[in-house]
C-alpha cells in the first residue's frame, strides 16, 4: 500500500477507496494529531462540496472526530479556502474539507488545515497516516461520558466568508457584465451574491447541483458552455470555478480562455506596477507554460518553479516571503489575503487589476504569448504508475524527442498525485508536431498498461 496522503488530502472513490471507515478513522487520527489542547475541548470545523457522498463522509469523520474528544463545527457547503478562512476566524483548532476538488462525483476526498488554515506539512500528514493504519493500538483509550465530543452548526459560514472575501479585495464592478460558472460545486450559491453586491450584473450557470453533476461539462475543466454565454450575452468576461472554488480559469469577452499562467501575469504586472509585487517574484510550477518565464524576463520580474501542486508552491511563498504563486491549472495562493488558492478571491484581484489600468481582459492578456501546449492523460492504476515512468521504451522516445525540439519546446511527464493518471505535456512551436508527440507517449503507456 502507498501512501495515504497524496498531494492534496486522501482521495479516491467514495465508498469504494474512501470508505467510511476509512473516514471515521481519519476523523479520529486527525483529531488526536492536531486538536491537543489541554485548556479546553477542541474544535474541529467541517465544510464539504456538493458530492451526493459527502454527507456519508461528514458523518463518518463526525463519529471519529467526537470519538476522539473534539467538538464539531458544521459548516456545509463551503469552498475549501472558505474551511481555511474560517478555522482561523472560528479559533478551531484544526480544519476539513469533504472534496475531491475538479475530479467528477464519484471521487471524494478529506483534506486537512491546521488551526492557522494552512495545509499540513508532509511530516503532520505521516502522524496522522501512523495512527489511521495502527487504529487499533492508538485507540484503546478512547473518552467516554461528558469528554465525547459533539456538533455545533455554523448557518453563517459562507455569509462570513463572503464578507471576508470583500474586504480584503473590495473592487466596485459598477457597469460591468460578468458571466459565471459555479460547477455546480461549493460556490454555486454565493459566488453570483459576492459579485452582485460589488455592483456587477452576473449570469450564472452551473448553479444547480443535485450531487452528481459536480464539474460534469461546467466549471473550469470544462469551459465550452461559458464561452458561448460570454458571447451570447454580451458579458465583459467570464468567471469559471472548479467543484470546491479553490481556482479560476477565465474567458474573455471574446470567448476566449484565460489560464492561470495569463491570469497570475496580469495580476502580478498589476501588483508590480503599484509596488505590491514582494522581490518582484511569482511562484509557478514546472506545469507553467514557458510564455509565462519569457514574459517575466521582458517585464523584470522573477519566477521560481516548484514542482507541480499548490502546496509546493505554498512552501516556497512562505519560505523566500513571495506573496503570489500559483498553476497553469487556475490555483493562485494571494498569500497577503489568503492561506490557500481562493478561485473567488483571485477573480477580485483579477478585476481588480483590469479596473486599476482600465482595460478589457483580453488587452491585458497580451502580456503574455502562450505558446502552443499539448496536454494527454494516460489511464494507469496508482500501483502502476512507478513501473509505467521507467519504462525504458517511454525514456527513449522522450529523449528522442526532446532532441527533434531542439530547446525550442519541452516535455514533461508526470504522474498525477490526485487522480489514476500519467500527464504527458509537449509545449512547442509547432502544434500539430507536439500532438503527435504526446499522442505517441500516451500510447506507449498504454500499450503497457492499459
Known amino acids: 500500500m502507498g501512501r495515504l496522503f497524496g498531494t492534496d488530502g486522501v482521495r479516491g472513490v467514495a465508498n469504494k477507496e474512501l470508505t467510511p471507515d476509512l473516514a ?8 488526536m494529531v492536531l486538536a491537543v489542547n489541554a485548556n479546553r475541548k477542541p474544535k474541529i470545523l467541517i465544510g464539504m462540496d456538493t458530492r451526493i457522498s459527502c454527507k456519508m463522509l461528514e458523518a463518518a469523520l463526525i463519529g471519529g472526530i467526537c470519538s476522539a474528544g473534539a467538538d464539531v463545527i458544521k459548516c456545509g457547503v463551503i469552498p475549501t479556502p472558505a474551511v481555511a478562512y474560517l478555522t482561523k476566524k472560528y479559533k478551531c483548532d484544526a ?16 483534506k486537512f488545515f491546521s488551526g492557522n488554515g494552512f495545509k499540513l506539512s508532509d511530516e503532520i500528514e505521516d502522524e496522522i497516516e501512523k495512527r489511521v493504519t495502527d487504529y487499533d493500538v492508538f485507540s484503546k483509550n478512547r473518552v467516554v461520558g461528558e469528554d465525547v465530543g459533539t456538533v455545533y452548526e455554523k448557518n ?33 450559491d ?10 456587477a450584473v452576473v449570469v450564472v450557470i452551473g448553479n444547480y447541483p443535485n450531487g452528481v453533476n459536480i464539474n460534469k461539462d461546467c466549471g473550469s475543466t470544462h469551459m465550452e458552455k461559458l464561452q458561448e454565454l460570454v458571447v451570447r450575452e454580451k458579458c465583459d468576461l467570464g468567471l469559471a470555478f472548479d467543484g470546491d472554488a479553490d481556482r479560476l480559469l477565465a474567458v474573455d469577452g471574446f470567448g476566449k480562455m484565460v489560464d492561470g499562467d495569463i491570469i497570475m501575469s496580469v495580476i502580478a504586472n498589476d501588483m508590480m506596477a503599484f509596488g505590491e509585487l514582494k522581490s518582484n517574484t511569482v511562484v509557478a510550477t514546472v506545469m507553467s507554460n514557458l510564455g509565462l518565464d ?7 520580474i522573477h519566477i521560481e518553479k516548484t514542482k507541480v501542486g499548490d502546496r509546493y508552491v505554498l512552501e516556497n511563498m512562505i519560505e523566500n516571503g513571495f506573496n503570489i504563486g500559483g498553476e497553469q491549472s487556475g490555483h493562485v495562493i ?31 492578456g497580451e502580456i503574455i504569448h502562450i505558446l502552443p501546449q499539448v496536454l494527454l ?11 509505467a515512468m521507467a519504462l525504458p521504451e517511454l525514456l527513449s522516445a522522450i529523449q528522442k524527442y526532446e532532441s ?25 512551436e509547432n502544434k500539430e508536431q507536439i500532438a503527435l508527440m504526446a499522442g505517441d507517449l500516451v500510447g506507449i503507456i498504454q500499450r503497457h498498461f492499459s
Do not use: W
Not at 97 to 104: F, R, T
Not at 166 to 186: E, H, P, Q, T, Y
Not at 404 to 428: C, D, F, N, Q
Open 24 to 31: 471515521f478513522r481519519l476523523g479520529y487520527a486527525g483529531a
Open 95 to 110: 480544519g476539513v474539507m469533504i472534496s475531491a476538488s475538479h475530479n467528477s462525483f464519484e471521487y471524494n476526498g478529506i
Open 156 to 188: 453563517v459560514a459562507a455569509h462570513d466568508y463572503i464578507e471576508h472575501l470583500k474586504r480584503r479585495m473590495s473592487v466596485d464592478l459598477s457597469g460591468m457584465r460578468i458571466a459565471i460558472d459555479c460547477a455546480n460545486g461549493a460556490s454555486y
Open 190 to 199: 454565493i459566488a453570483s451574491e459576492l459579485f452582485e453586491d460589488l455592483g
Open 294 to 300: 519569457i514574459m517575466a524576463e521582458k517585464n523584470g
Open 334 to 364: 494571494l498569500l497577503d489575503h489568503a492561506t490557500t488558492g481562493d478561485g473567488m478571491l483571485t477573480a477580485l484581484a483579477l478585476l481588480k487589476a483590469l479596473k486599476r489600468k482600465n482595460q478589457t481582459l483580453d488587452k491585458a
Open 377 to 387: 492523460s494516460a489511464k494507469v492504476q496508482n500501483e502502476d504508475k512507478a513501473a
Open 404 to 428: 527533434e525540439l531542439a530547446g525550442k519546446g519541452r516535455i514533461l511527464v508526470r504522474a498525477s498525485g490526485t487522480e489514476p493518471i500519467i500527464r504527458v505535456m509537449i509545449e512547442g
